[in-house]
């Protein structure tokens, strides 16, 4: 079992930067690929980014690319996502997921991860 938990949505305007964190227990943290995703009012839960459980490879969705950073530090058993410049469309709730794997790579699908948290509400404000 691996529990997680984010922390660090907000209420914040049109430009503001966030940075969300999971900290995940329960399981070795460097066996994991995690992932990022959101779920707007009313939509489909959608990939943010993805990170491999090492090498640090990552996947960004056209909608975040150049604006937001995931990363992790599998001394801390946490995954982080620098948001930056943020905007209306960005307003979800977010969700850190989990897989345990042995395959250096990002895992795309909702399906594809074993553990999820709780979330966390981000909401832009215009």
């Known amino acids: 079992q691996v529990q997680l938990a984010e922390s660090g949505g907000g209420l914040v305007q049109i430009g503001d930067s966030l940075r969300l964190e999971c900290a995940a227990s329960?399981?070795?943290?460097?066996?994991?690929?995690m992932g990022w995703f959101r779920q707007a009012s009313g939509k489909e839960r959608e990939l943010v980014s993805g990170?491999?459980?090492?090498?640090?490879?990552?996947y960004y969705s056209d909608a975040v690319k150049g604006r937001f950073s995931i990363s992790r530090d599998n001394g801390k058993n946490t995954v982080y996502l620098q948001m930056n410049n943020l905007k209306p469309e960005d307003t979800a709730v977010y969700y850190c997921a989990a897989k345990p794997t042995n395959i250096y790579r990002v895992f795309r699908g909702r399906s594809d991860y074993d553990y999820w948290g709780p979330g966390t509400q981000v909401t832009v404000s215009s």
């Open positions: 990170i491999s459980r090492s090498y640090d490879i990552t």
């Open positions: 329960g399981r070795t943290f460097s066996a994991l690929a």
